[in-house]
């Protein structure tokens, strides 16, 4: 008990850590409700990240999207279309051993600092953490840039899986937790295994209700 004990509460350091030539699939499914007139939208998208070289210390992400099905209503019902449009072109993306994005490409074209935007997964500070530490980062929630404080819950179980547990609270001022972003994380490679939340985004004025849904997929 006392070894369990010294193990859960030793500094931990959250790296991505997986073998170049690696695949992570995911099942992503993200729903957006707008005031009546504007709509609402269900996507459901399968998500491959391929881990294809090295460049220095990061990592480049090779990623595939295919939209598995979307339904939805109004002018949101148009967000399924983008999805798919999306899933035709050739997306890399540079990140730091900290999952930060460093740089992208489209169709092999670098994307420039402004166009790449931010992740919509978890980030991780540069030095270990105990159990209740915190720290701030950014976060991608429907093409809005929102400040995130992240806490380290420490070790969890998920579906029989040894798993962290980091929990996501929105401070951005723009936007609103409605639920925290719960990111279940894998112990060794630290990619995301299952994550969840959902926040209120002001759109040019509209209020919109953004949730989201990923679980990678075990072969």
Avoid: H
Wanted: with cysteine; glycine share 8%; net charge positive.
């Amino acid at each position: 008990m006392f070894t369990l004990l010294a193990v859960a509460l030793a500094p931990v350091k959250l790296t991505i850590n997986v073998p170049i030539g690696a695949s992570v699939v995911y099942d992503l499914t993200f729903e957006i409700k707008g005031p009546s007139k504007f709509g609402t939208v269900k996507t459901v998208v399968k998500m491959t990240e391929k881990a294809v070289s090295k460049e220095g210390s990061d990592t480049w992400w090779d990623m595939k999207y295919s939209v598995v099905k979307s339904v939805g209503t109004g002018d949101l019902a148009k967000t399924g279309d983008q999805m798919k449009q999306l899933a035709k072109l050739k997306i890399s993306f540079l990140r730091s051993p900290q999952n930060t994005l460093v740089k992208g490409k489209v169709n092999g074209v670098a994307v420039s600092k402004a166009d790449l935007g931010n992740t919509s997964d978890v980030t991780f500070p540069k030095t270990p953490v105990l159990v209740g530490s915190k720290w701030g980062s950014t976060i991608d929630i429907s093409s809005t840039k929102a400040a995130v404080t992240y806490e380290f819950k420490g070790p969890k179980r998920w579906n029989g899986k040894a798993v962290y547990l980091i929990q996501g609270v929105i401070t951005d001022k723009s936007v609103k937790t409605l639920r925290p972003y719960m990111f279940y994380i894998d112990t060794k490679s630290c990619k995301t295994v299952f994550a969840d939340g959902a926040a209120e985004v002001a759109d040019s004025g509209i209020l919109m209700e953004v949730s989201f849904t990923i679980k990678r997929v075990v072969k």
